[in-house]
Every structure is written in structure tokens, then in C-alpha cells.
């Protein structure tokens, strides 16, 4: 059974930062593109960042220059640095693996950015 479990979200000032994490239980961590995406109250969900198994890193434009994603084989884990954080960065943050046909969710973890 995968899990993928977020952590690190929480509450916030306007220009603050959060690093969100999350740890993934499959199997050859190395071989998954891992991702962020984020759902607003209302909205869609949207993709925030994504980092491929080579390490190749990019970003929603929205959030590039502020936003940076990592990731930590040995660890099974990637992060999110969240800086310069405004309102409208408050989502539910949910991390994504995928790898071929496996595509596994977290639960998700709640930031909320006070104005």
C-alpha cells in the first residue's frame, strides 16, 4: 500500500514562509517525477512545481522566483520552500508521485496566508 503523506502547511503573515514535505512510501523513489499542486477554496486544483527523476525542476508562473522544489532520495521525500507567501497562495497543498501507470495522492496539508 502507498502513502504519501504531506506535512509542514499551517497559518501564516502575508511575506512569511513554510516548507511543506512530503514523504512518499514506493518503491525506487528515485524513478518518480514528484509534483505540488494546490486547490483554493472555489477553484480547480492547479499544479504549482514538479521536479522529474533527473532532477529537472520547474514551476507554475505564479510561483516561480518564490517557490522551490527539492527532493531527497535517500529520504523518499520532496519539498516545497514556500517564501514571499501572499493571501492568494492559501490552498490546500497535496503532493503527487507518478511514475508510468502509478500515480499516487496525498491527503493534502492546509496553508493559509493572512493579509
Known amino acids: 500500500q502507498v502513502q504519501v503523506v504531506e506535512s509542514g502547511g499551517g497559518l501564516v503573515q502575508a511575506g512569511g514562509s513554510l516548507r511543506l514535505s512530503c514523504a512518499a512510501s514506493?518503491?525506487?523513489?528515485?524513478?518518480?517525477?514528484m509534483g505540488w499542486y494546490r486547490q483554493a477554496p472555489g477553484k480547480q486544483r492547479e499544479w504549482v512545481a514538479r521536479?522529474?527523476?533527473?532532477?529537472?525542476?520547474n514551476y507554475a508562473d505564479s510561483v516561480k522566483g518564490r517557490f522551490t522544489i527539492s527532493r531527497d532520495n535517500a529520504k523518499r521525500t520532496v519539498y516545497l520552500q514556500m517564501n514571499s507567501l501572499k493571501p492568494e497562495d492559501t490552498a490546500i497543498y497535496y503532493c503527487?508521485?507518478?511514475?508510468?501507470?502509478?500515480?499516487?495522492w496525498g491527503q493534502g496539508t492546509q496553508v493559509t496566508v493572512s493579509s
Open positions: 503527487n508521485a507518478v511514475r508510468g501507470y502509478g500515480d499516487y
Open positions: 514506493v518503491s525506487i523513489f528515485s524513478a518518480y517525477a
Open positions: 521536479v522529474t527523476s533527473g532532477g529537472f525542476k
